[in-house]
């Protein structure tokens, strides 16, 4: 079933210089129960899509242009503000990718999960507190007694980005979306973190909608797997297709760039060269067409069709993909 629908999604953003089309024309679909990943460079508008889920895009000098996000069959865009404030953190939650700038310093931890347990079920202090500590113990939190008379500046990055999970998970949303939630930890930490989310969605049976640019981080945690770039969707695909059988070139670019363990350690680590087109005005065929690899191998009429002709997302058989001369290679291993 599905549970989240983006359809045609249009975001735009008013800048001195013209309007810059974040998000133009991407659809993505959610299954109950499913961890699709969202992946791509930075500024490809993984971020602004997964706001635009629960309209945290500001406005002004954010602009949704046009298309639908359904939650459940709703259309989240055409709720009204008090409909909205109920489905926010009840039905769908968001961990933020940096924690000290998401908790409030000013507040102890005791405060800021009670405000959402008092808001959501009515609870008194002390059955807020309860219930906070209980949320602390089961993402990890040694003593978490103590912890909620804690303020956010005394806990470690890892013990933040915990009380994150543990507040967007009070009310056992049906919907996670994680944005990037373990980019500011290290490898260890990080690793403990993709754990408990992997353990606590089972165990909650919600769907998680997991953004990253790290494509290590996808193969661990995903079902399918959503690739974007400058504002769209190029290809997507069960995690496993994608990185057995890639078909659009950016996401071989993606998954070359990861280091190896055969590997030399002189050897210089492939990289996508150029960089991603001005969303004020992008060009009128392939947005990645300059910096295509693949597209070098093509003759002079395949070359101008990508430069000129914009691609459609089309099926596959696996899944689908904007490109008007997939791979039919592997990745390699």
């Not at 700038?101 to 807020?128: C, H, Y």
């Not at 967007?168 to 930890?185: G, H, N, Q, V």
């Not at 290590?216 to 297709?241: K, N, W």
Request: with cysteine; charged share 25%; net charge neutral.
């Amino acid at each position: 079933m599905t549970l989240l629908e983006i359809d045609d999604l249009r975001i735009g953003f008013e800048t001195e210089a013209g309007l810059l089309r974040a998000i133009d024309g991407v659809s993505i679909e959610v299954e109950a129960g499913q961890t699709l990943g969202l992946v791509g460079e930075s500024g490809c508008g993984k971020s602004v899509t997964a706001s635009s889920v629960l309209r945290l895009v500001p406005t002004p000098p954010g602009r949704y242009l046009g298309g639908a996000i359904r939650f459940d069959g709703t259309d989240i865009l055409q709720l009204p503000r008090e409909q909205l404030s109920k489905l926010r953190g009840r039905d769908i939650a968001m961990i933020f990718q940096d924690p000290m700038t998401s908790l409030n310093p000013v507040f102890t931890i005791e405060r800021q999960l009670g405000e959402v347990l008092k808001m959501r079920f009515g609870l008194d202090r002390a059955a807020a507190r309860a219930r906070a500590a209980e949320a602390l113990k089961s993402v990890g939190i040694a003593d978490p007694e103590r912890r909620l008379d804690a303020f956010p500046h005394e806990l470690s990055g890892g013990m933040r980005q915990r009380v994150m999970i543990a507040m967007a998970l009070l009310c056992e949303p049906r919907l996670l979306i994680a944005d990037e939630p373990t980019t500011a930890l290290d490898v260890t930490v990080q690793a403990q973190i993709l754990h408990l989310m992997r353990a606590l969605q089972h165990k909650m049976g919600s769907a998680l909608l997991f953004i990253t640019h790290d494509m290590a981080v996808i193969a661990e945690m995903c079902d399918a797997v959503v690739v974007m770039y400058a504002g769209r969707v190029v290809e997507r695909r069960p995690v496993i297709d994608i990185f057995e059988a890639p078909r659009h070139p950016y996401t071989r670019g993606l998954l070359d760039s990861i280091p190896r363990r055969a590997q030399q350690a002189k050897a210089e680590l492939p990289t996508i060269e150029g960089t991603v087109p001005s969303l004020l005005s992008p060009p009128p065929g392939c947005r990645f067409a300059e910096r295509c690899a693949h597209r070098a191998k093509l003759d002079a009429t395949a070359q101008r069709r990508c430069r000129d002709e914009d691609p459609a997302l089309q099926p596959d058989g696996t899944g689908w993909v904007a490109c008007h001369f997939p791979l039919n290679t592997a990745a390699r291993s």
